[in-house]
């Protein structure tokens, strides 16, 4: 039976507990559903374990781990994250992370995919778990462009093969796309790569089966926003313009 945590004058503004959870910023739909498994949530003061429990949007009685769960504004950042720094919550002796990079009113936002600590370039921060599930879900097919300095060019024969897909660890990794950019790297060969998917570390994976080093990796669009001359460490809002442009590639939307 579906527990219903509003009075009847709620119900237009009632939404589902893994939504309000998300919304408030704490991790996506589906994080926030083990925190409700786990019975970490409770609703004036009884532990909820019901996934299908509603809420009304203004709801002050829901707390997660003993703490108050309020509905916040939405924040949606796009931060040049500089090298260096790991996309991590979780404290690393001896390593920063982007969160100790980042001022105080962005702290309690979320990351939405990571880059790895030897990487930097465009990262999406928000408190919005909905907006950070349908942007990083594989059928939305989200374009990230990425600017790869590797140790020497890459041939015709490697390129095909990243094209057409290399088997790593068990999973097989490709590249939308890839082509030689202008110029050279202080080290080596530039190219561009082209993402749909984005598995951990594929980049540096994939260039490692083709027997290449990779000196540097930046990302410099994700889903046709771009990093542009944001300087590293540095952040901004989201434009209109650009959510809009987003919200076309959510899965509902994708070819």
């Known amino acids: 039976m579906k527990r219903e945590a509003f009075s009847d004058a709620d119900v237009s503004r009632a939404v589902r507990l893994n939504s309000f959870l998300a919304q408030a910023g704490l ?5 926030c559903e083990e925190l409700i498994r786990a019975g970490a949530v409770r609703i004036g003061g009884e532990i909820v374990r019901e996934l299908a429990t509603r809420v009304a949007a203004d709801s002050r009685d829901v707390t997660v781990d003993g703490r108050p769960v309020l509905l916040q504004s939405k924040r949606y950042i796009a931060f040049h994250k500089p ?55 594989p059928r939305a097919e989200v374009e990230k462009v990425y600017r790869v300095e590797l140790d020497r060019p890459l041939e015709d024969q490697a390129r095909r093969r990243a094209l057409a897909g290399v088997r790593d660890e068990g999973e097989m990794l490709k590249f939308e796309k890839v082509r030689a950019m202008p110029g050279r790297g202080g080290r080596g060969a530039v190219v561009e790569v082209v993402l749909r998917e984005g598995k951990k570390r594929e980049i540096r994976r994939l260039f490692r089966a083709l027997h290449h080093r990779v000196h ?12 542009g001359d944001l300087p590293a460490g540095r952040w901004r809002e989201l434009t209109t313009a650009e959510l809009s442009r987003l919200a076309c590639r959510s899965p509902s939307k994708a070819r």
């Open 27 to 31: 991790g996506s739909r589906r994080r």
């Open 83 to 137: 090298k260096g720094l790991l996309c991590s919550r979780a404290e690393h002796p001896g390593s920063r992370t982007i969160y100790q990079a980042l001022p105080s009113e962005l702290r309690s936002l979320f990351y939405v995919g990571r880059l790895d600590r030897d990487s930097e370039g465009l990262l999406f921060l928000t408190n919005d778990g909905d907006w950070a599930q349908r942007i990083a879900h």
């Open 216 to 227: 540097s990796l930046k990302r410099l669009s994700i889903g046709g926003v771009e990093l």
